[in-house]
């Protein structure tokens, strides 16, 4: 299905699609990194393909906020309670890692580096966005810490800005638990959010990762 295009006066021209099509692409400009035009391939390439692939697609859609909750205990996306990790009786619950967004974690477990457990902060601070620590899982993790006496927090929030302030705001409170924090070392530049960091890159950061007071 191609556009069609309809000369109004000299100067303009608009596009005419399907209603239904319109929808789809506007629905799927709305995803992070995916513009109009990126959209509009996506979409005609769903519609070329059979409608059986397009129905399932809806359904997985459908049913994603019903099959998938937070683990209650690290806030990462699961499909049981707790999730994987966490009930995994492998990994170090005395050793947490804590990371601003899910992606994050994936990101560490690729490397194989890492054989702790996770804190999922859905976040970082940012006071001009309204963001403060009441917004995002530092509460929690603080409970955490103490009530299951956790030997050591990998702070691994990225090195942007907010990044940043919040592995300050994070040493600064857990240091008062009397646990080990340690900070990703060498190996990730300023800026670069940690999911975008390659598996070498990362594992190189938490082995050498720098720890702060009671260390």
Known sequence: MEWVLISRGCSSLISVLPPALERLIDDL????????????RLALHLLRRPAEEARNLAHDLADLHDAIGLCSHCFAFSETNPCAICSDERRDSRLICVVEESADLLAIEKTGAFSGQYH??????????????????????????????????????SSTVPGEATASFLIDQLGKTGARVSRLAC???????????????LRQAIESRKTFGNG
Not at 29 to 40: E, M, Q, V
Not at 128 to 144: F, N
Not at 187 to 201: F, L, N, R, V
């Open 187 to 201: 190996g990730i530049p300023m800026g670069m959010d940690i999911k975008y960091a390659d598996e070498m890159t």
């Open 120 to 157: 999922i902060l859905h976040g970082v601070l940012s006071p001009i966005d309204g963001i403060g620590p009441d917004e995002i899982k530092i509460g929690a993790l603080t409970r955490r810490v103490v009530k299951e006496k956790v030997a050591e927090i990998l702070i691994a929030t």
């Open 29 to 40: 400009s709305r995803l992070p990194g995916i513009g109009k035009k990126t959209a509009t």
